[in-house]
C-alpha cells in the first residue's frame, strides 16, 4: 500500500514520566531535521527560551491541564515558564522516539 510522503513522521505518541507522573504527548517527527538538531546542539547550558521555542515546534498535544482541568496548549510561552529539568526530559524523550528500533548495524548489513 503506498504512502503519502506528507504523511510520513506526521505525529507519533510517546509517554514522557516526570515525577513519577506519565504524561502522554504527541510529537510531530517532520519537526526534526538536521536544521532543528543543529539549532539543539548550539544552544547553550539552561538556555530556557531556546529549548522551549525547539519543542513548541516539535510538540503538537499534551494531556496536561490547568488547575481548572482545561487543556494548555504547549507553546514556547508555556514551555518556558516550566522547571528545566521537565524540558530536559522532554528533550530526552523526543529524542528517543526518533532514535531507529529493533536495528542494529548488523541488521543494516544484512538487509
Known amino acids: 500500500m503506498p504512502v503519502r510522503l506528507s504523511a510520513l513522521g506526521r ?10 507522573t ?20 548550539a544552544l ?16 503538537v498535544g499534551w494531556d496536561v491541564t490547568d488547575d481548572e482541568g482545561q487543556p494548555v496548549r504547549p507553546t514556547a ?12 526530559e522532554l528533550i530526552y524523550a523526543v529524542m528517543e522516539a526518533m532514535r ?3 536495528r542494529t548495524s548488523a541488521t543494516y548489513a544484512a538487509t
Open 11 to 20: 505525529q507519533r505518541p510517546i509517554t514522557v514520566v516526570y515525577d513519577d
Open 100 to 102: 531507529p528500533k529493533g
Open 44 to 59: 547553550e547550558t539552561r538556555d530556557r527560551e531556546g529549548v522551549a521555542g525547539l519543542l513548541a515546534e516539535v510538540l
Open 77 to 88: 510561552e508555556v514551555l518556558r515558564t516550566l522547571p528545566i529539568d521537565f524540558l530536559t
Open 22 to 41: 506519565p504524561i502522554e504527548i504527541t510529537i510531530r517527527p517532520q519537526a526534526i531535521n538536521d536544521y532543528w538538531l543543529e539549532r539543539l546542539e
